[in-house]
């Protein structure tokens, strides 16, 4: 987004710094990873609604580049350990840290990124550190969280809807407000100000999430990454799967245990079906609802705020444009 | 020890109601295993540090409880994942974490401890948080460095004695430092009490280590807890081993390559042959000179220290008490 350009180009130049800077540490062997899976990329959204928030009062945003990093040094953290924990080969299409160097290094270098990241944390300003840590610090419980609810459900029979709306929004959602809130208060905004943009973020990324499952489903072939009805085959528990059998009929919920467990059916047929009970039940209506309502939420949130004006405007299109993906 | 019955009692005090904490949170399946792995108890001479640090100033050391705590948990978060890496079955004479709940879960429940540790950290005093989390954050950053440089270790053909000091200094024993420090920060202490106290405890750490590797080999039987010679059977790169070959000539240092790679010995012969390399090469003599060197490093930091006499006396005493084991 042209707005962001100079926010997203201070932040490139930084994180390109702090590569540099991991290159220069040892053991090689605990620091290379964490060079190599920051380098993977992203789309950095997080640390740039640090910088984001902080300008939104008219502070310099370079007062919020130690938060900013913090910020990506531990999601680059959770997605090292989350590999391991979901056995994964690939991330961003290329090997995972423990598939290159093996599961020690996997949870050593993992462990270290996070010590790392709160390193970075401790280089804001010293008057912002207690309030920057205590948001930094719940925000990253309730990611471990969230990930363990996750895990749990993978063994779980019945999950319901709202479980899974608080899995995602501790597993993902509340590290976006969390980044949007530390920028805020790297400009000494006030505490109800950053309570609003922490609101905001936590419902856009809620959002966010919601829109992602429905995009697994729905989305258009060409203008999706993944494999459409990935979610399906994998049996994933989402919005969509939790929903319909919440609403099934008996023989609904019958033929669903059947799909979850059943080999003896093909991905195309499975994905198939499946839609089918998604339409009958009519669960991408309430999925978009869902959305709409964190959505809406958010903007609310951004209407109490009082911040310069335009770049208000500016936050709420880059709202939009993140959530205005093709369903 | 007497002087420190009351500290010690208010810190297991603290421990105990920290445990009640974690047993109220969810998901359970990530705070159990943090009240489990406490609850395995240990020497807790790191957090007791932490109260000593403050109370040497005469500031109330319940300012110090948070810092403690933390040190604590940290200590306990590095266990669970050493004992993964390790892919050790016991500690502490009880199952591991990883054994009991799998690894998914050790890996979780390990990254969730230590981002509590610093939770438990940002309840200090506001004032002293910035300088408090610098130093934690530092000390972890090293823990890990020196984790993964033990690892290196064991692929590693040559290491030198100074490595190894390093690499003991950093695992274990800046954390001692650090617990002391932190200690001192709780109590406003001056930059040069703080440091010298931190030295103090690097140096006893670090003694403390070479009087463990004299002792898997030397002690008398009945007051050591592991199995004599422990070591030596392992292959593991400590003090005594490295000094020795890296003052063995050309044909001893050829035994101790056949030593280290044949499996055609009993381990009592392989005890009894180290042994008799290392009083061929004068290596015990050198591991004490090694350790008292240290031990006197930290008393003169000791002495430097403004605070406390009769508390500095403790403190001398509680030291020499700890690394007065028979060797």
């Known amino acids: 987004m042209q707005a962001y350009s100079s926010l997203f ?38 640390p740039l609604m640090t910088l984001v928030g902080c300008d939104l009062f008219d502070e310099n945003p370079d007062e919020a580049i130690p938060a900013a990093l913090a910020v990506e040094l531990f999601h680059n953290f959770s997605l090292i350990h989350d590999d391991i924990l979901d056995n994964a080969p690939l991330r961003r299409g ?18 270290g990124m996070l010590v790392k990241a709160y390193d970075v944390l401790s280089k ?37 809807v709202a479980d899974y709306i608080e ?6 959602a509340v590290l976006l407000g969390c980044s949007l809130q530390m920028g805020a208060i790297c400009a000494n905004a006030s505490v109800d100000n950053q309570n609003h943009l922490y609101e905001f973020g936590k419902h856009i990324g809620i959002a966010f999430q919601i829109l992602d499952d429905l995009l697994d489903v729905y989305a ?20 969509l799967l939790l929903s319909a059998i919440q609403l099934a009929n008996e ?41 709409n309502k964190h959505t809406e ?15 208000l405007n500016n936050l709420k299109e880059f709202a939009r444009h993140l959530l205005n993906r093709e369903v």
């Open 94 to 111: 290329s090997v995972t840290v423990h598939e290159k160097w093996g599961h020690g290094i996997g949870l050593l270098s993992g462990d």
């Open 251 to 291: 023989s609904q919920k019958k033929r669903f245990e059947q799909l979850l467990s059943t080999k003896d059916i093909s991905n195309l047929d499975k994905i198939t079906e499946v839609k089918q009970l998604y339409d009958a039940l009519a669960v991408r209506a309430l999925a978009v609802k869902e959305a």
């Open 9 to 46: 180009q201070r932040l490139n130049h930084a994180i390109q710094e702090q590569q540099n800077k991991l290159r220069e540490l040892s053991p090689k062997e605990m620091y290379n990873p964490m060079d190599y899976i920051i380098g993977l990329g992203g789309k950095r959204v997080r």
């Open 124 to 160: 804001s300003k010293s008057n912002y550190i207690p309030d920057l840590l205590r948001i930094f610090t719940k925000t990253g419980l309730e990611v471990c969280e969230g990930q363990q609810m996750d895990m749990n459900f993978e063994t779980t029979e019945y999950v319901s």
């Open 220 to 239: 258009e072939d060409e203008k999706f990454g993944k494999q459409l009805g990935g979610d399906i085959i994998s049996n994933k528990k989402t919005f």
């Open 297 to 311: 939420l958010a903007f609310e949130h951004l209407n109490e705020l009082s911040a310069n004006k335009e770049k």
């Open 167 to 172: 899995m995602i929004t501790k597993k993902t």
